[in-house]
């Protein structure tokens, strides 16, 4: 075998000085845009501001040359797909997508990918392989609010379910794990079960319109932004409020503690957080960085217990959602669904 | 046939038909439950439907007015105008005047904008109205940030109170309903609106103002829209962005299942109230029964569709 002295120190200076080259150094002419189905209601304008305050920060230190975020008007998968296309024109390195739909994307995805050009979704992820999908483990996050249950009432409970948006696949991941959680503990009956499309005032109407009907309920099960109507659904008709799992609004928490303060009320929160956006950038500008990841990551759920709800709701604005600031350093302990 | 009477009332009257359908579901659901909860369920929908029925009111008014007239802003100007009533009234019950105002004047200013865009413009109202809700939307997004503030005490004790059972809220939806049922077949106004409903071109010959007639209509859709988002937030304990949502299509649907024409020309008021009772019931009634989301759409669709045709068939038989 003939040696190449030259090359063989050029590799191996490669090498060792790798561990030491700033992460700023190869992508700060990389521009990232998010494409965004929906702007409407708390958790998305939430996540928007995490993505904000995010980007504005690497651009300023010059970890990235841009990152605009883009927000599509009507929710439709065929605009966003229209929106994609724009972004691959525009020549974007990567694109940073929380989709409207799981598969209608895929064609737009697609040809992102072929351009070379990275996709990173999140939240509303896509199937395309060639994208990377970054969502939170919405079946625990279902069981985990049945385990609560379980220890708050070893005797059992009636138990009423408010899911989200019918057909969405959120709904059907939280929703698998509460069932999950009933064939567990066979003491926790669920009794009743409605839509409340992740609307404070849908959930409010459909608890009202199904209450009267019910036995007497012990807890309520949520998927988030609900749990705030529900409890005014059980106010106005006169009934004991049961433990609701809340999605950790700042409004739910809120009224958490004044019934806390009042009554000692104790309950529980989980909720993935809006700050996944800043995740999401991180991951795609790793990978613009050229580090290897696996398509499918884990993000946490973030949980407030009876201990944890005053320092969770200090420093939380009106409007706002228990969320966690995610550094360049957390995307390393990112989890895959297989490891988990 | 003995039925003979009872159909040939039933079919002079197209509103009847929605109330006999509501009735028939609060029967079935009460069936179900064993009587458990019939009151409540009853105090339940009145609260619910009064909602409906202040848009409905504004959207039969527009629809009335002819074919292509539609207001599609309502579920925008509801987000909107929560959000201002709550910010105005900041919770002190001395500021409640203020909220009232500031949302009444926030809808006049958005039907006068919304009318500006169909005449000035010359855009179709279906796009004008739709584009004016992205404007809206924006603005409550950026207006509303700091959303969720609590109702003043006494705004919210009128919104969620009752007597007897009785919402307050329902009572005086069931007052604005009779003034404005008056209002449609009494008024010069309500008069002309049918008129120019019908045939927009005889009515002007007949020396209507139509654009005029038109502009009050649009106006008068975005101060109930307005109306309805201030109440809502009083009622469930402040304003979000999302909860004018499924205003947009029931607004349309409790127009037409109540039984005024879509093609304009023909209205009527008081099948707003039935057909609000019944969506609120006929979705109450499928949760009662524990059905799964997608049979609950289905069966929500086709329970539709056999109101409606019912409804249309009236005017055949009348035809025929």
């Known amino acids: ?340 | 046939m003995k039925r003979v009477p009872l159909l040939t009332t039933v079919m002079g009257k197209p509103w009847l038909w929605s109330f006999l359908a509501a009735l028939l579901i609060w029967i079935a659901t009460i069936a179900f439950t064993g009587g458990q909860g019939a009151g409540s369920l009853l105090s339940g929908s009145l609260s619910f439907s009064a909602f409906f029925v202040i848009v409905g009111i504004g959207q039969m008014f527009v629809i009335t007015t002819g074919p292509g007239n539609i207001d599609l802003s309502i579920p925008a100007n509801i987000a909107l105008s929560g959000a201002i009533g709550m910010k105005l009234m900041d919770g002190q019950p001395g500021l409640i005047w203020l909220g009232v105002v500031g949302v009444l004047g926030a809808g006049m200013l958005i039907g006068c904008a919304n009318y500006a865009l169909i005449r000035v413009l010359r855009i179709p109202p279906i796009i004008a109205t739709l584009s004016a809700s992205f404007l809206l939307q924006s603005m409550a997004i950026a207006y509303g940030r700091s959303i969720r503030i609590q109702p003043p005490e006494m705004f919210y004790q009128f919104c969620t109170g009752n007597i007897w059972g009785v919402p307050f809220l329902a009572i005086s939806v069931v007052l604005l309903a009779v003034i404005m049922g008056y209002v449609l077949t009494r008024s010069i106004y309500g008069r002309w609106t049918i008129a120019i409903g019908q045939n927009a071109r005889a009515a002007e010959l007949a020396g209507g103002h139509v654009n005029l007639i038109r502009f009050a209509t649009y106006v008068l859709s975005a101060v109930f829209a307005s109306l309805c988002g201030l109440l809502l937030a009083g009622f469930s304990g402040g304003a979000s962005l999302s909860m004018g949502e499924e205003y947009l299509l029931a607004s349309i649907a409790v127009v037409v299942i109540g039984g005024t024409s879509v093609a304009g020309g023909f209205s009527n008021v008081p099948g707003i109230w039935g057909a609000a009772l019944f969506l609120y019931l006929l979705v109450s009634m499928l949760n009662t029964f524990g059905a799964s989301a997608g049979v609950r759409l289905i069966l929500t669709g086709l329970i539709i569709i056999a109101v409606i045709t019912a409804v249309s068939g009236r005017k055949s038989a009348r035809t025929a």
């Open chain 1, 1 to 340: 075998m003939k040696i190449r002295p030259l090359r063989c120190l050029f590799l191996s200076s490669a090498l060792l000085l790798s561990p030491f080259m700033q992460v700023q150094a190869d992508t700060a002419d990389k521009t990232i845009a998010l494409s965004n189905n929906y702007a409407g209601n708390s958790w998305r304008q939430n996540m928007l501001g995490s993505w904000k305050q995010t980007t504005d920060d690497a651009v300023k230190k010059g970890v990235i040359a841009s990152a605009d975020a883009f927000t599509t008007g009507e929710n439709q998968a065929t605009e966003q797909a229209a929106q994609i296309q724009n972004l691959i024109l525009q020549g974007y390195s990567a694109i940073v997508i929380n989709a409207a739909s799981p598969t209608a994307l895929n064609g737009a995805v697609k040809q992102a990918c072929d351009a070379g050009i990275i996709v990173v979704s999140f939240d509303g992820i896509v199937t395309e392989p060639c994208a990377y999908r970054i969502s939170m483990d919405f079946k625990q996050s279902g069981l985990d609010q049945m385990d609560y249950l379980a220890k708050r009432f070893p005797n059992g409970a009636n138990i009423l379910e408010i899911r989200g948006l019918a057909g969405v696949s959120v709904d059907e991941q939280i929703h698998s794990g509460i069932v999950a959680g009933a064939q567990k503990y066979p003491n926790l009956k669920i009794v009743g079960s409605v839509n409340g499309n992740w609307s404070q005032t849908a959930a409010q109407k459909a608890v009202a319109g199904i209450l009267p009907s019910l036995p007497n309920i012990d807890a309520l099960v949520t998927q988030g932004d609900d749990g705030y109507g529900a409890a005014q659904a059980f106010m106005s008709a006169g009934r004991p409020t049961p433990t609701i799992i809340f999605g950790n609004r700042e409004e739910e928490l809120s009224w958490w503690k004044k019934q806390k303060d009042a009554n000692g009320y104790e309950s529980f929160s989980i909720s993935s957080a809006p700050s996944i956006s800043s995740l999401a950038f991180w991951v795609a500008q790793q990978l613009l960085d050229g580090k290897q990841m696996p398509h499918d990551l884990l993000s946490p759920a973030v949980s407030v217990t009876q201990d944890s709800l005053e320092p969770a709701l200090k420093g939380l604005e009106k409007g706002g959602i228990v969320s966690q600031v995610y550094s360049v350093d957390d995307v390393a302990t990112l989890t895959s669904p297989s490891a988990h």
